[in-house]
């Protein structure tokens, strides 16, 4: 029997889930999943969500009132790399596969695609870690590359693969002023009657 | 004829050359083939200079005392990537394909191996970058992926390789305490005998 499904509310993290964010990362496949160390800090994670920057998104998701996950949407560079923005997620082992990731990746790709207009996405995953490679995938997500001994995990180093998601820019709507606009609209009625009176 | 082969000079940075870097990055392939801005400021580099963590090395390559060329060593990440090293470099247009690249690079390379340790250095490369590329190939770099449209340069986006250059990692000294390694070389005097008596 299939779990019932969760309700999962994603909302941007404050100071107040540090406590919650390190208890997370307290358990050992968040915690190697990602870059994090053992013995996580509360007061690190506060300085860190303290410390966030204006287009610094850092969600969590929610299970009756209990954060269970978290993400992180942070712009990849500056000037020439505006385009794109890296993401690193992680849910508490207890919540995985059960909807929590999807629930975080579709809120942050909601506010890169819609409002931040990021068309390049970037993320690494552990090669082994067929959950998120399957996550990941599901929203579009490709393999670049894969990037040899990329960190350490456990005793050992691993490999992770590169991964991005690519969206067409945005078309600019087609004229320039005000006026050339309302020609544009004028030119675009008359075809419409003219189709109508054939 | 081949031009003759340049007496090059490489050094780390002071703030002092930020006038020279500036120059360096105003010419156009050195500022499209990095991540750099037209109209680049000296003001900026001076402040890039003085700002440099302990572990980060910018280094300068000198000609006839002027510098032509730059390259950033800095650590990947903090911890799980304490093993890891990015790279980045640029050499001024006049001075491409003349050695100076090659010069910087086995700077930065001996530093990376024989004294910090890296065991994983990294970088990326515009796919179109053809004698950067074998430089880095010239180094043991290799291609571990593709980036699309990782930055954008010269009105368009671009794709990148992800380099990594991989280390054994280095043998620690077999014997824990002075004492063991004694007895062991003892150890070792004795086989030697007993062979040479066979």
Same mark, same amino acid.
């Given at each position: 029997? $299939?779990?019932?499904?969760? +309700?999962?509310?994603?909302?941007?993290?404050?100071? &107040?889930? *540090?406590? $919650?964010? =390190? $208890?997370?990362?307290?358990?050992?496949? !968040?915690?190697?999943? /990602?870059?994090?160390?053992?013995?996580?800090? @509360? %007061?690190?994670?506060?300085?860190?969500? +303290? #410390?966030?920057?204006? %287009? #610094?998104?850092?969600?969590? +998701? %929610?299970?009756?009132?209990?954060?269970?996950?978290?993400?992180?949407?942070?712009?990849?560079?500056? !000037?020439?790399?505006?385009?794109?923005?890296?993401?690193? =997620?992680?849910?508490?082992?207890?919540?995985?596969?059960?909807?929590? &990731?999807? @629930?975080?990746?579709?809120?942050?790709?909601?506010? *890169? #695609?819609?409002?931040?207009?990021?068309?390049?996405?970037?993320?690494?995953?552990? /090669?082994?870690?067929?959950?998120?490679? +399957?996550?990941?995938?599901?929203?579009?997500?490709?393999? %670049?590359? /894969?990037?040899?001994?990329? $960190?350490?995990?456990?005793?050992?180093y691993v490999d992770t693969y590169t991964m991005a998601r690519l969206r067409p820019a945005p078309e600019m709507p087609a004229s320039g002023t005000t006026e050339a606009k309302q020609q544009t609209q004028r030119k675009a009625t008359k075809t419409t009657r003219k189709r109508t009176t054939t």
């Amino acid at each position: 029997m $299939a779990a019932r499904p969760l +309700a999962i509310h994603v909302r941007r993290a404050h100071p &107040g889930d *540090a406590e $919650a964010i =390190m $208890a997370a990362f307290s358990t050992p496949r !968040a915690m190697a999943g /990602t870059l994090q160390l053992p013995y996580p800090s @509360a %007061e690190l994670w506060r300085k860190r969500i +303290a #410390d966030q920057g204006p %287009e #610094d998104f850092l969600l969590v +998701a %929610e299970v009756k009132g209990q954060v269970v996950g978290n993400l992180g949407l942070h712009p990849a560079g500056r !000037a020439r790399r505006r385009h794109a923005a890296s993401v690193g =997620m992680s849910v508490r082992d207890d919540f995985q596969n059960r909807g929590v &990731g999807t @629930a975080l990746l579709r809120a942050a790709l909601d506010v *890169a #695609d819609h409002w931040l207009n990021y068309v390049r996405l970037e993320l690494t995953v552990y /090669t082994d870690n067929v959950p998120a490679l +399957a996550l990941y995938r599901k929203f579009g997500f490709v393999v %670049e590359g /894969t990037l040899v001994g990329y $960190a350490y995990r456990n005793g050992r180093y691993v490999d992770t693969y590169t991964m991005a998601r690519l969206r067409p820019a945005p078309e600019m709507p087609a004229s320039g002023t005000t006026e050339a606009k309302q020609q544009t609209q004028r030119k675009a009625t008359k075809t419409t009657r003219k189709r109508t009176t054939t």
